[in-house]
């Protein structure tokens, strides 16, 4: 099932929303970082600058075959080898890898979909004991220029309520990522 006010506008125009190689930093992806797996890949805008800084493979998963087509095409582009983008239903089917195998996931601009337990258990079974799932997500304590209606969008307090019911751990307080996110880690208890 396609995810709530999750629909994408226009590539360039989404990619000045972020500061992406800040975002990646504040989770530590680095080339000793092994496998990432992705929920809803988009564009890619965080796929090929994840894959081209780690070693190890980027499981990029979406929904939308559009969204794939564009993540492999960006990959091929940057000569990018390490991103393996396939068409799947997360919620429905899980992540497609081996429970467990993944060093972290990444959630980003997802959680404000229907079943955030579930997404977050899922990605909790997919990541290695002490393994990080990494969220972001769009403020609702100023305006923002994109992002889910306020009535859906979460806030800080209700993704680290969900974190816990689904077993993960909080690794420091939720963190400020400018100039309209912010962000979580989260890990598999050891
Ligand atoms: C708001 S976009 C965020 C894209 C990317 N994470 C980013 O931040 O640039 C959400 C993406 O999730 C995808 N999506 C929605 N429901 C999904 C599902 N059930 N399984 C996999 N992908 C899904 C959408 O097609 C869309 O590309």
């Known amino acids: ?83 393996e983008a396939d068409v799947r239903d997360v919620l429905a089917e899980g992540f497609g890898v081996p429970l467990g195998s993944c060093d972290a996931v990444l959630l980003f601009n997802i959680l404000h979909g229907e079943e955030p337990v579930t997404l977050l258990r899922r990605a909790s079974e997919t990541v290695r004991p002490g393994g990080l799932v990494a969220v972001i997500h769009w403020r609702s304590d100023i305006v923002t220029p994109r992002g889910p209606s306020l009535a859906i969008r979460p806030r800080p307090a209700e993704i680290a309520a969900w974190a816990a019911s689904a077993g993960l751990a909080a690794d420091g307080e939720s963190f400020l990522l400018p100039p309209w996110h912010y962000g979580h880690k989260l890990r598999r208890p050891g």
């Open 1 to 83: 099932m396609k995810l709530r006010e999750s629909g994408m506008p226009a590539q360039d125009y989404w990619e000045t929303l972020f500061d992406v190689p800040r975002i990646l930093d504040a989770f530590g992806f680095d080339a000793a970082t092994g496998d990432v797996a992705e929920l809803g890949c988009g564009y890619g805008t965080f796929t090929v600058p994840l894959a081209q800084r780690i070693r190890s493979r980027v499981f990029a998963l979406d929904l939308d075959s559009e969204m794939v087509a564009a993540t492999r095409q960006r990959a091929t582009a940057a000569g990018v080898r390490n991103v």
